[in-house]
Every structure is written in structure tokens, then in C-alpha cells.
């Protein structure tokens, strides 16, 4: 039996099913609401939030939609169908403590005329507020285990694009330490369609162990009045990107998406200071967020 | 004698320096800091910043840039010429009260060609957090007055512009309630370059006076902690403007501005709360936020 949408779809709900339960035991005291919505041209998508003790504000969204392909998506996607429909499950937490980092994980199927022209797509990328090299090279060790499951020179492939992708041209830094991202994923890989689905549910899968691991290591540390500061300005620089930068965000909002699951990737807060002059221990974390450095 | 970019670059100093002046004595404690830059391709700028009592963070920017027109500039601007020149003065004030307007003015002068080709744009748009009509219509009216000594048309087009212009179609909210806008005016408009001239700066003259009488209105009314949240989310919807849609914002990061004077824009802080229920008092003043409403 061939892998169908259905199929993907039925896995993305359950992936995203099981990461909300992981989440809420990470957490320990938020419980996630949930919010169904359907879109008029066709499909839609169970936005879930929490707000809770470890993570401050946090969306698990899932989405199913369809419709025609028009002439402007047809340029802006340099595709050629009739019919289109996207399925993905799309995760950012920003939690309470600048001692722990932001995450965020995305993995989505794309097809067209009932499965003529498909690929998929995603990636997972770490931000601290302060960067640990030890822990940011945990977490591409994990990655790594999991993109060589699927090909020897995933790795080396995925974390460039990560690189070249989480990256702000406007403030000459990283987003974070980046990760992995890989886009339009299809037969022309060399590898099935059921291979490259095994891997992207493998990495919707590691998601809440990755993340639980980091929090595990990070959420005992103590914090000031100094250190919220310094997440504040992070936290400006997250909203820079997901804004000014980022493809999915820019597409759903001109695409009139469901602005209030798109947004859900913004913190709680914010902060921006003209010039503002980071301290010694700031200014050793920001030297991390730069293109290239091989964490493991 | 003809109006020279040297000419026209010294008047918006002068009405940079006018401004600084009287915002200062608005405030009645911060002073302006101000850096001098300079481009590495051509020119500069004089960024000023005041963090003050009434003004919790504002921005008054001078710049005079120059360069060899790209090709990608040729395209995105849709013109033909070999070098550019462009001088403008542009403002944002983020107040401390929620009951304080936040306000934008910008004008602008562009030439090609050491003049061959020219054209002026500006505006001025209003954001209150809480949206009185009679002040917006106040607010209008002043604009008017100075848009009917340049033409009798000017002040309808304008407004529309101004409209369609500072909308958010993400949220289906305008930004405030409006003021004008304009682009592009030269020789086509049917008025020589010395009266539109004579427009652009008068529109920056009147600026002061304008936010001046916004700010003895409102300064004095009390507020509480539900403003405050308030104030936080209208930033928050603020940032979503200048980041997403702003063209200037935009071209400025895209085209490697110095970033730090492009976003002196952005408030001290923002926020964002998922599916914000806003109270009555809000919601009444949600319900100005659209475009086509006729304040005088």
C-alpha cells in the first residue's frame, strides 16, 4: 500500500498528540488549550497553547489545508498543479527562565493533484539566551543520530541549511545554534517517499526528548534582573527574525493564514533598547551566534 | 536660483534640529543623544534618541545616503538612472502613558542622476492606544490646513493613502488613525519642485505642534495596570507593522541600513498574548481602527 496523505496527516496528528502530552509533563503544571479551526478554502488545524510554569508560552499547532493552486503561489512556489494540500506540525516554546532556551521544531508534507508532485519538509533549531557549547553540542549529537539513520551526509547537509536559514543578515548573528532544516524533500533524493517520511516523523518524534533534555540541564540555574533583561532583548531579536525573515511566518500572514496560530511563535514579551551594551557573560554568549561552528 | 539637493539636505537638518528642540521642552526632562554615522557606499546620518519622561523612547533620524543604482534596486524601485541621492528625516515616539498617541512622521527627498529625475514623499500618522475621535479629528484637521495651502485635493488623497497605507490585512486593523501619506510627488504632480518642497517641510514644521497638543490632552489622564496591558499588546501590533509591511523598514534591512537607526522605531517593549480578549473600553476603541472613516 502506497503512502498516502491520509496516512502523513493521521501520523502528524498523533506526533503532535504525543508531544503536547510530553510537553505537559515537562511542564508539570500547564495544561494545553485547544482551539479547531476550519479554513473557508479548504481544510484546517488544532492550534494548541499552554502557558505554564516551565514554559512561559508555548503553540503546538497542527494544520491540514487545501485549495487551488492560484497564479501567484504558483510563481512564489515555482510549481506547476492544479490541486495543492499541506500538512504539518509546527512548534515554538519560550519558557519562563533565560537559563533555559527557546525551541522550535517544524515538520510538513506539500502535494500536488492528489499526490502527482509531494515533498516534505522541516527542521528543529536551539536558541539559548545564554549559550552553552556543551549542551548546543548535545543537542547536534542527537540530531546527527538521527539524520545518519537516514543518509550518511544528512547531517552535514541539513545543519548548513540551518545555519544559512535561523540567521538575521540585519544583526549579522545566528538566531541560536542553530540545528537542522531541509525543504522540498521528494524522490529526486535518492531515497522513497516512505524513507524520507520514516525520517521526518523521526524527527517530530525526538523533538520533546531533545527538549527535555535541555530543560533538564538548564532549569535549576539561577537568574536575576540582569539575566530576564538579556532574554527580553533575545526575545526581540526571536520576533526580528520570525517577522522580518522568516518564509512560513511571511507566507501564511500575505497569504491571510490564521494569523492568531501563525503568531503563536511570538514570546509573551519582548524588548528593544537602541545600542543596547551587552554585559561580559552576554557578550561571550552572543560570540556563539555565528554561521559555521561544528558543535560536535 | 534652483532648489539644489544641498539646499533641500540643510532644511531637513534645520527641521531635524527644530524638532529635537521642541520635543525636549515637550518632555521637559530627557535630552537626545545623538550618533553620527557614516555609510561605508556614501553618506550618513545623524540618529537621535531621547529617553525621557513623556517620551518613553523616540527617535528623530537625519540621513543623506548616495550610491551607484544596483540592478536590484532598479527593479524594486521601478526607475533608470546610474547614481541615487536620498535625504530624509523620519521620527517615531514611543509615550510612557497608554493615554499618549504613540506618532510617525517621515519626509523623504530621492533624486537620480544629480537631479534628472527627483521626487518627494512623507507622512504623518497617529497611534493611540486608546483612540479619542474628537482628537483624531483635531489631529486632521491640522493636516488639512496644511495639505489645502498646497492643493485643494490634497488632503482627501492623502488620507486615503494614508489608510490603505498604515493597515495591518493580517489583523484587518489600521495601525491608528491616520494622517496622510505621499510618494513619489514631482514635476507629474503638476506643482513646481520649490511648492512641493514648500509642502514637504511644512508637513515636518508642523509636526511638534501637532504631537504637542496630542500629548497636553491626554498626558495628565490616569491609568492603571489594565492601560498598561494594553499599551503592551497595541505595541506588540505595532512591531507586527514595521517588521511585516513598512516598505522603508524593509528596504532598509534588506539593503544592509544601519539596523540599529532603522529599528529606533520599535517600542521599549511589546507583548503578545494568544487570542487577547480585550474589555470593553478596548474593544470600543478596536472598533476605530479601519480604514475610510472620515474624522473631520
Given at each position: 500500500?502506497?503512502?498516502?496523505?491520509?496516512?502523513?496527516?493521521?501520523?502528524?496528528?498523533?506526533?503532535?498528540?504525543?508531544?503536547?502530552?510530553?510537553?505537559?509533563?515537562?511542564?508539570?503544571?500547564?495544561?494545553?488549550?485547544?482551539d479547531l479551526w476550519d479554513r473557508s478554502e479548504g481544510g484546517g488545524g488544532r492550534t494548541r497553547i499552554l502557558e505554564g510554569h516551565i514554559i512561559e508560552k508555548g503553540g503546538v499547532n497542527f494544520s491540514h489545508v487545501y485549495g487551488n493552486v492560484s497564479d501567484e503561489m504558483a510563481a512564489a512556489m515555482n510549481m506547476v498543479?492544479?490541486?495543492?494540500?499541506?500538512?504539518?506540525?509546527?512548534?515554538?516554546?519560550?519558557?519562563?527562565?533565560?537559563?533555559?532556551?527557546?525551541?522550535?521544531?517544524?515538520?510538513?508534507?506539500?502535494?500536488?493533484?492528489?499526490?502527482?508532485?509531494?515533498?516534505?519538509?522541516?527542521?528543529?533549531?536551539?536558541?539559548?539566551?545564554?549559550?552553552?557549547?556543551?549542551?548546543?553540542?548535545?543537542?547536534?549529537?542527537?540530531?546527527?543520530?538521527?539524520?545518519?539513520?537516514?543518509?550518511?551526509?544528512?547531517?552535514?547537509?541539513?545543519?548548513?541549511?540551518?545555519?544559512?536559514?535561523?540567521?538575521?543578515?540585519?544583526?549579522?548573528?545566528?538566531?541560536?545554534?542553530?540545528?537542522?532544516?531541509?525543504?522540498?524533500?521528494?524522490?529526486?533524493?535518492?531515497?522513497?517517499?516512505?524513507?524520507?517520511?520514516?525520517?521526518?516523523?523521526?524527527?517530530?518524534?525526538?523533538?520533546?526528548?531533545?527538549?527535555?533534555?535541555?530543560?533538564?540541564?538548564?532549569?535549576?540555574?539561577?537568574?536575576?534582573?540582569?539575566?530576564?533583561?538579556?532574554?527580553?532583548?533575545?526575545?526581540?531579536?526571536?520576533?526580528?527574525?520570525?517577522?522580518?525573515?522568516?518564509?512560513?511566518?511571511?507566507?501564511?500572514?500575505?497569504?491571510?493564514?490564521?494569523?492568531?496560530?501563525?503568531?503563536?511563535?511570538?514570546?509573551?514579551?519582548?524588548?528593544?533598547?537602541?545600542?543596547?551594551?551587552?554585559?561580559?557573560?552576554?557578550?561571550?554568549?552572543?560570540?556563539?551566534?555565528?554561521?559555521?561552528?561544528?558543535?560536535?
Amino acid at each position: 500500500m502506497s503512502l498516502t496523505a491520509e496516512k502523513i496527516i493521521q501520523e502528524f496528528k498523533l506526533i503532535q498528540d504525543e508531544i503536547c502530552r510530553d510537553l505537559e509533563s515537562l511542564d508539570g503544571q500547564g495544561k494545553f488549550i485547544e482551539d479547531l479551526w476550519d479554513r473557508s478554502e479548504g481544510g484546517g488545524g488544532r492550534t494548541r497553547i499552554l502557558e505554564g510554569h516551565i514554559i512561559e508560552k508555548g503553540g503546538v499547532n497542527f494544520s491540514h489545508v487545501y485549495g487551488n493552486v492560484s497564479d501567484e503561489m504558483a510563481a512564489a512556489m515555482n510549481m506547476v498543479g492544479e490541486r495543492w494540500l499541506a500538512s504539518g506540525v509546527s512548534i515554538v516554546l519560550h519558557p519562563s527562565s533565560p537559563r533555559v532556551p527557546i525551541i522550535h521544531m517544524n515538520i510538513r508534507y506539500f502535494e500536488l493533484d492528489g499526490g502527482r508532485e509531494w515533498w516534505f519538509g522541516g527542521g528543529i533549531d536551539l536558541t539559548p539566551h545564554y549559550v552553552d557549547p556543551g549542551l548546543a553540542k548535545d543537542f547536534h549529537i542527537k540530531l546527527k543520530e538521527v539524520c545518519d539513520n537516514f543518509s550518511s551526509t544528512a547531517y552535514a547537509e541539513y545543519k548548513k541549511w540551518a545555519d544559512d536559514y535561523f540567521y538575521l543578515p540585519h544583526r549579522k548573528e545566528s538566531r541560536g545554534v542553530g540545528g537542522i532544516f531541509f525543504d522540498r524533500l521528494n524522490g529526486d533524493s535518492g531515497h522513497s517517499k516512505e524513507e524520507i517520511f520514516d525520517f521526518v516523523t523521526a524527527v517530530g518524534r525526538i523533538f520533546a526528548q531533545l527538549y527535555q533534555y535541555q530543560v533538564d540541564q538548564t532549569k535549576e540555574l539561577a537568574f536575576g534582573d540582569g539575566e530576564k533583561e538579556w532574554q527580553m532583548i533575545r526575545r526581540g531579536r526571536y520576533v526580528e527574525f520570525n517577522l522580518v525573515w522568516d518564509r512560513g511566518t511571511k507566507f501564511g500572514l500575505i497569504s491571510d493564514g490564521r494569523t492568531e496560530s501563525i503568531l503563536m511563535s511570538l514570546p509573551k514579551n519582548a524588548s528593544w533598547q537602541y545600542q543596547y551594551q551587552p554585559g561580559p557573560k552576554e557578550t561571550e554568549s552572543q560570540k556563539w551566534l555565528q554561521k559555521g561552528i561544528e558543535w560536535i
